[in-house]
């Protein structure tokens, strides 16, 4: 009974023995596995990008309504960014499916569009005074132009003052002193952009 017992347990080793090896001779047969590689051009400063799936960084919920605001598509998606090592350009990607699927850049911050304005992308003009200044007081900009860029304290965008006056009015009917961000809606944004 014993001596069964143990040709049962050494043939079953057996089997599984030439089961392992049956299998890796499928898998060297097939090619090598998928590696979790992406490898893409970044779209704001034109050099190639190669990363792995696992420097995908998982966005907040506040960031992911910032990308659905911008891009209403992508709405109800798993999303996570890459940010551009030369550029700084933010890259961002669904991850709900295999491989990660690229549905933009520059979403929600002002990564790769320095010296732009986020909204219309107009460049913007160098303010003609010191930095700090006027910050804070948009009342007394004795030449203030549209396309002079203020600073978002909360996200980090530069917009251009006529984008900032556009969406204040859009919101309030009215812009007065004080505008509020295009890019997250919040404000005051009041601080003047200098290169």
Same mark, same amino acid.
Not at 32 to 38: K, N
Not at 83 to 99: I, L, N, R, T
């Given at each position: 009974?014993?001596?069964?017992?143990?040709?049962?347990?050494?043939?079953?080793?057996?089997?599984?023995?030439?089961?392992g090896i049956i299998s890796r001779m499928r898998k060297t047969e097939e090619g090598p596995q998928?590696?979790?590689?992406?490898?893409?051009?970044?779209?704001?400063?034109?050099?190639?990008?190669?990363?792995?799936?696992?420097? $995908?960084? %998982?966005?907040?919920?506040?960031?992911?309504?910032? &990308?659905?605001?911008?891009?209403?598509?992508?709405?109800? !998606? =798993?999303?996570?960014?890459?940010?551009?090592?030369?550029?700084?350009?933010?890259?961002?990607?669904?991850?709900?499916?295999?491989?990660?699927?690229?549905?933009?850049?520059?979403?929600?911050?002002?990564?790769?569009?320095?010296?732009?304005?986020?909204?219309?992308?107009?460049?913007?003009?160098?303010?003609?005074?010191?930095?700090?200044?006027?910050?804070?007081?948009?009342?007394?900009?004795?030449? $203030?132009? %549209?396309?002079?860029?203020?600073?978002?304290?909360? &996200?980090?965008?530069?917009?251009?003052?006529?984008?900032? !006056? =556009?969406?204040?009015?859009?919101?309030?009917?009215?812009?007065?002193?004080?505008?509020?961000?295009?890019?997250?809606?919040?404000?005051?944004?009041?601080?003047?952009?200098?290169?």
């Amino acid at each position: 009974m014993l001596i069964a017992l143990f040709l049962c347990i050494l043939f079953g080793g057996g089997i599984a023995f030439v089961l392992g090896i049956i299998s890796r001779m499928r898998k060297t047969e097939e090619g090598p596995q998928p590696q979790h590689t992406i490898q893409r051009e970044c779209t704001v400063c034109h050099r190639e990008l190669v990363f792995n799936t696992a420097e $995908l960084v %998982p966005l907040s919920p506040v960031e992911m309504a910032l &990308c659905v605001r911008s891009k209403p598509s992508i709405t109800g !998606r =798993k999303l996570a960014e890459y940010v551009c090592p030369y550029c700084e350009a933010s890259h961002c990607f669904a991850v709900d499916g295999s491989p990660p699927e690229w549905v933009g850049a520059n979403f929600y911050q002002p990564q790769g569009v320095v010296g732009h304005c986020c909204e219309c992308k107009q460049h913007l003009r160098n303010p003609n005074w010191t930095p700090g200044t006027y910050d804070h007081r948009l009342n007394e900009v004795p030449d $203030l132009a %549209p396309d002079h860029g203020l600073v978002c304290s909360r &996200c980090g965008a530069n917009c251009c003052v006529d984008c900032c !006056r =556009k969406y204040t009015m859009c919101r309030f009917e009215k812009a007065g002193d004080e505008y509020l961000c295009p890019r997250c809606g919040r404000g005051p944004i009041d601080t003047f952009y200098h290169p």
